[in-house]
């Protein structure tokens, strides 16, 4: 009965991180590994999807970032910065003007309230004088409607 064994290592199959390396490096050539050095430093090295892992990818861009990627952090901050002083400085225009319309709104009202009031004021004293007019006086004719007929208009009107 042949026996189950189970899969050799990598160190038995031939494959050999260091040996891996030097041939890079050996394709590469100094001024290669120079310009790829440069370009991670510049660059930084791709992270793609592990940029997402919630702890994981923040840890690792803080080492594998480059100086593009700091920039443009840095940038994006302070364009958002000044974004939201912004907003904040419209929303204290819109906050003004809504105050100062109120206030108008307020005023008109207060206006209309107070010419109601003497308006109800100037009718009442009308009425008073008819009341007390003299039933001689050649001006004042003989009503037309009836007092309680005038009333019950006159509350239809206001």
């Known amino acids: 009965m042949p026996s189950v064994s189970a899969k050799p290592s990598c160190a038995s199959r031939g494959f050999d991180m260091g040996l891996v390396l030097t041939r890079i490096l050996a394709w590469l050539g ?18 793609g999807p ?33 974004w939201e002083e912004l907003r904040r400085r419209e929303g204290m225009a819109r906050e003004a003007e809504r105050l100062a319309a109120q206030a108008k ?18 009718i009442t004293e009308l009425e008073r004088a008819l009341e007390t007019e003299p039933a001689g006086n050649p001006a004042c004719g003989a009503p037309v409607i009836s007092k309680r007929l005038r009333d019950a208009l006159n509350a239809v009107g206001r």
């Open 30 to 47: 100094p001024t290669g590994l120079m310009i790829a050095g440069i370009v991670v430093f510049y660059e930084g090295l791709p992270l």
């Open 50 to 82: 592990l940029r997402l892992v919630p702890l994981l990818g923040p840890a690792l861009e803080s080492f594998t970032d480059g100086r593009v990627d700091a920039e443009r952090k840095a940038g994006a901050l302070a364009e958002r910065q000044t």
């Open 105 to 122: 709104i307020d005023g008109i009202e207060t206006e209309y309230w107070r010419q109601s009031q003497l308006q109800s004021f100037r």
